[in-house]
């Protein structure tokens, strides 16, 4: 159990990380308007998601323009979220202590 664990809290973090490190190179990309013919798939994804949420939008075709006050609230939203998953999470790690699933 503590070996899943391990693994599922590791390709999590893998995963937070590839995205984040996506998200930092497409918003340097926007605010120095370079062009976006090479992105990856995944970077690809994060501009989606930044135009979705309303912290980029499309000017023309294959130019974005970056809105800093749009990335600055969708920031703070996420920023919201993942301390509410992260004090449920915390309960329930709790709850499952308690219960004596980890063992004491």
């Known amino acids: 159990m503590r070996e899943l664990l391990r693994a599922a809290a590791a390709a999590l973090f893998l995963a937070a990380f590839a995205l984040r490190y996506s998200e930092a190179r497409v918003v340097r990309l926007l605010r120095d308007r370079i062009?976006?013919?090479r992105l990856n798939p995944l970077?690809?994804?994060?501009?989606?998601?930044?135009?979705?949420?309303?912290?980029?939008?499309?000017?023309?075709?294959?130019?974005?323009?970056?809105?800093?006050?749009g990335y600055a609230s969708f920031r703070r939203r996420r920023r919201v979220r993942a301390l509410l998953v992260m004090g449920l999470l915390l309960i329930v790690l709790l709850v499952l202590w308690q219960r004596g699933v980890f063992g004491r």
């Open 35 to 37: 062009p976006f013919e």
């Open 43 to 69: 970077g690809r994804l994060v501009l989606r998601r930044l135009v979705r949420v309303g912290a980029a939008t499309l000017v023309d075709q294959g130019n974005y323009a970056f809105i800093p006050d």
